[in-house]
């Protein structure tokens, strides 16, 4: 676990940070990919774990959230629209249907029960949900005021999926079922003037003067 701010550790589950786990006020945020469930149960080995929250439901978030919920015995939280795919294991769902959807399933986890399913202004330890569907039905950011950190999930990426080079971009159009809807919900998180922003893929940002620019820079 790497520390990143006042309590608040980033486990990266591969090399240049390309798959992103987050720990804070004891709860895990995202769960990575079913394949990393050995790594990460490791990295959080005598942990004090209470809680555990999905930024959204696609398989390379869920992919350890019943091994999570089983070894530390914490419930888990995620978006009202995510809730029903992820306690039935149906993520698919999550994703526009394709061929690329049903393969990028493969590597999720198995179903694991939602018991609080988040909406707009929940808190969650000290951080704030922030509702922002577009790349899932259910996706949500959370957002710690005092120190100003947002972790963004998938809104968008801080590396090139392609290449690994860091870089922010729109999240892939295959996995991205309402792409409008994704960049709204960006926009929205203008003004939030994060110190600290925490990617589901990509290392952490630490400029809010670029990530406002790249926000403004979205098509409409
Ligand atoms: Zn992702």
Same mark, same amino acid.
């Given at each position: 676990m790497k520390q990143l701010g006042d309590n608040l550790?980033? &486990?990266?589950?591969?090399?240049?940070?390309? #798959?992103?786990?987050?720990?804070? /006020?004891? &709860?895990? $945020? /995202?769960?990575?990919?079913?394949? %990393?469930?050995?790594?990460?149960?490791?990295?959080?080995?005598?942990?004090? &774990? =209470?809680?555990? @929250? +999905?930024?959204h439901g696609h398989p390379d978030h869920q992919g350890a959230s019943r091994a999570i919920c089983e070894n530390f015995g914490v419930p888990l939280a995620c978006g009202e629209g995510d809730a029903d795919a992820v306690s039935t294991g149906e993520i698919v769902r999550t994703m526009p249907d394709s061929t690329l959807s049903r393969m990028m399933a493969k590597i999720g986890g198995p179903a694991q029960q939602v018991s609080r399913r988040?909406? %707009?202004?929940? #808190? @969650?330890?000290? $951080? =704030?949900?922030? %509702?922002?569907?577009?790349?899932?039905?259910?996706? !949500? @950011?959370?957002?710690? %005021?005092? /120190?100003? !950190? +947002? &972790? +963004?999930? /998938? !809104? $968008?990426?801080? #590396?090139?999926?392609?290449? =690994?080079?860091?870089?922010?971009?729109?999240?892939?159009?295959? $996995? =991205?079922?309402?792409?409008g809807e994704n960049r709204n919900s960006a926009r929205k998180l203008l003004g939030l003037r994060p110190a600290l922003v925490c990617f589901g893929h990509g290392p952490p940002l630490r400029d809010p003067n670029k990530f406002e620019a790249f926000i403004n820079a979205l098509p409409d």
């Amino acid at each position: 676990m790497k520390q990143l701010g006042d309590n608040l550790y980033q &486990i990266a589950l591969m090399p240049r940070s390309s #798959m992103n786990v987050y720990v804070a /006020d004891g &709860i895990v $945020f /995202d769960a990575g990919s079913r394949l %990393e469930t050995g790594r990460l149960l490791k990295a959080l080995r005598g942990q004090t &774990i =209470t809680d555990h @929250v +999905l930024t959204h439901g696609h398989p390379d978030h869920q992919g350890a959230s019943r091994a999570i919920c089983e070894n530390f015995g914490v419930p888990l939280a995620c978006g009202e629209g995510d809730a029903d795919a992820v306690s039935t294991g149906e993520i698919v769902r999550t994703m526009p249907d394709s061929t690329l959807s049903r393969m990028m399933a493969k590597i999720g986890g198995p179903a694991q029960q939602v018991s609080r399913r988040l909406q %707009e202004g929940d #808190m @969650v330890g000290s $951080f =704030t949900v922030i %509702e922002t569907p577009g790349h899932s039905p259910g996706h !949500v @950011v959370f957002w710690r %005021e005092s /120190d100003r !950190v +947002l &972790i +963004l999930g /998938d !809104v $968008f990426l801080n #590396m090139s999926l392609l290449t =690994t080079i860091p870089g922010l971009h729109e999240p892939p159009r295959p $996995f =991205t079922p309402n792409v409008g809807e994704n960049r709204n919900s960006a926009r929205k998180l203008l003004g939030l003037r994060p110190a600290l922003v925490c990617f589901g893929h990509g290392p952490p940002l630490r400029d809010p003067n670029k990530f406002e620019a790249f926000i403004n820079a979205l098509p409409d």
